[in-house]
Every structure is written in structure tokens, then in C-alpha cells.
Nanobody, 116 residues
């Protein structure tokens, strides 16, 4: 079955950095558009960043210049490098895989808390 397993979350001080990883199994990773979403407490889930199968990227305005999404197709892994973190980045971060023909899948999420 399809699994998307996120890791790398945790507690970080404002201004700090974290790198999230998402390892995919059960899909042909390279043909999927991959995204990171986040959900803060009491808020709707929102797109943070996405990367297509051709490695085109797009970012939410709130993270442009601070976050970088990348992928390693050889190892079925999606990354999110997050720098200059602030309290508004706190939330659960989810990995999302989508392909028009083969479907959509979510990871279980990883918590990020930015606090001093």
C-alpha cells in the first residue's frame, strides 16, 4: 500500500531551521507532484510548497525566500528546508502526493513548534 512518512519535525526557537523529509513507498515517486501542507491549530490546512515531476516549484507567499522544497527521485524522498522560522510557522506539516491518473495520498503529519 501507499505510505508517505514524514520526519524532521520538533521544537525550534524563532529564527532557527529545520529540514523535513517525506519518504514515499508504494508509488512511482518520480511521476507524482509532491507538496507540503501545514495546518495550524484552529485553522484550515494550507499549501506551503509544491514541486512537480519536472521539479518546477511554487511557494506560499508567507514562506518565499525562507523555505526550499526539493526531491530525490532515486530515494523516493521529498524535502522541505525551513529557515528563519517564526511562530506563525507552527503547525502540523503534511506530505502530499498527487497524480491525475493514479490518485492522491497524504502522510500522517509531523508537528513543528516554533517557540522560545
Amino acid at each position: 500500500q501507499v505510505q508517505l512518512v514524514e520526519s524532521g519535525g520538533g521544537l525550534v526557537q524563532p529564527g532557527g531551521s529545520l529540514r523535513l523529509s517525506c519518504v514515499a513507498s508504494g508509488i512511482t515517486f518520480s511521476i507524482y507532484k509532491m507538496s507540503w501542507y501545514r495546518q495550524a491549530s484552529g485553522k484550515q490546512r494550507e499549501l506551503v510548497a509544491a514541486i512537480t515531476s519536472d521539479s518546477d516549484t511554487n511557494y506560499a507567499d508567507s514562506v518565499k525566500g525562507r523555505f526550499t522544497i526539493s526531491r530525490d527521485n532515486a530515494n523516493n524522498t521529498l524535502f522541505l528546508q525551513m529557515n528563519s522560522l517564526n511562530s506563525e510557522d507552527t503547525g502540523v506539516y503534511y506530505c502530499f502526493a498527487e497524480n491525475r491518473r493514479f490518485g492522491r495520498y497524504w502522510g500522517q503529519g509531523t508537528q513543528i513548534t516554533v517557540s522560545s
